[in-house]
C-alpha cells in the first residue's frame, strides 16, 4: 500500500506564511503526496511552484464554517479553479440542515459541483456538529447532488474523524461516493485504520510524520 498517495498534505492555519506554503509543496514533492490542501489564497502560489509534479492543488471553499452565501461559494471554486486548484473541498451549510432546509443544502453542493465540472469535489459535513441521523442525511444529500466525496471535518471544529461517523458515512454514499477523514489523523496507525475501513483519502498536516513512522 502506498500510504502517501492517500495523504492531501494539509495547511490551512490563519497563521501560514508564504513560506510555509512552499515547504509545504516542497514536502508533498519530495513524499510524493496526493495533494496539497491550503486556503484558496495561495492556490496560484501553489500551481507555480508544482508544475511538472504529479501533487495536485487541492482548496477549501466557505471554510471553515460554511455559513457564506452560495453564491460567494461558487465564486471562490470558480476562481480557485482558474488559479489553478484541481480538487475542492466544500463546507456545507450545517445551519441550513439543522433547520431541516435539506433542499438548500443539496442545491448549493449541486451548484458548486456544475461550476468546477469534471474536478473533483468533496464535501465536509464536519460530523462533531452533526447527530448520527444528520451525518447520514448529509452523506445522501451529497450523493444526491453528485460530489466525488464527503469527508468528515474541517479540522477546526469541536473534533475530527471518528470511526463510527466513517461507518455511518459509507453507508450512507453506498459506494456513490468517496470517503475522506481528516482532522486528528496524526500517526500510521491512525491513517492505516481508516484506510482499511475504506477511505479513500486522508487529510492531516501530519503526512511527514507519518511517512518517517512508516520507513521507520
Known amino acids: ?27 508533498a514533492r519530495e513524499n510524493e503526496f496526493f495533494s496539497v490542501c491550503l486556503n484558496s489564497c495561495y492556490v496560484k502560489l501553489a500551481a507555480k511552484n508544482l508544475t511538472g509534479s504529479n501533487v495536485k492543488v487541492c482548496t477549501v471553499v466557505g471554510f471553515p464554517l460554511g ?10 471554486a470558480e ?15 450545517i445551519g441550513e ?16 459541483k456544475e461550476a468546477i465540472g469534471d474536478k473533483v469535489l468533496k464535501v465536509i459535513i464536519e460530523t462533531c456538529y452533526l447527530t448520527p441521523q ?4 448529509a452523506s445522501e444529500i451529497a450523493v444526491k447532488a453528485k460530489a466525488d ?21 459509507k453507508g450512507a454514499v453506498n459506494g456513490e461516493a468517496k470517503i475522506k477523514a481528516s482532522g486528528g489523523i ?6 492505516l485504520s481508516y484506510i482499511e475501513a475504506g477511505v479513500e483519502r486522508i487529510g492531516t498536516s501530519s503526512g511527514v510524520s507519518i511517512i518517517k513512522e512508516l520507513k521507520g
Do not use: P, W
Not at 455559513?67 to 471562490?76: L, P, Q, R, W, Y
Not at 476562481?79 to 451549510?93: P, R, T
Open 97 to 112: 440542515l439543522k433547520s431541516k432546509n435539506l433542499q438548500k443544502v443539496e442545491d448549493e453542493i449541486r451548484l458548486i
Open 79 to 93: 476562481q480557485a479553479l482558474k488559479d489553478g486548484a484541481e480538487e475542492v473541498d466544500m463546507v456545507i451549510n
Open 134 to 137: 444528520e451525518i447520514v442525511i
Open 67 to 76: 455559513a457564506m452565501s452560495t453564491e460567494a461559494k461558487i465564486f471562490e
Open 1 to 27: 500500500m502506498e500510504i502517501n498517495k492517500y495523504i492531501d498534505h494539509t495547511l490551512l492555519k490563519a497563521t501560514a506564511t508564504e513560506a510555509d506554503i512552499l515547504e509545504l509543496c516542497k514536502e
Open 149 to 169: 466525496f464527503v469527508k468528515t471535518s474541517t479540522g477546526f471544529g469541536t473534533d475530527g474523524a471518528k470511526m463510527e461517523n466513517i461507518e455511518l458515512m
Open 186 to 191: 496524526k500517526n500510521l496507525d491512525t491513517a
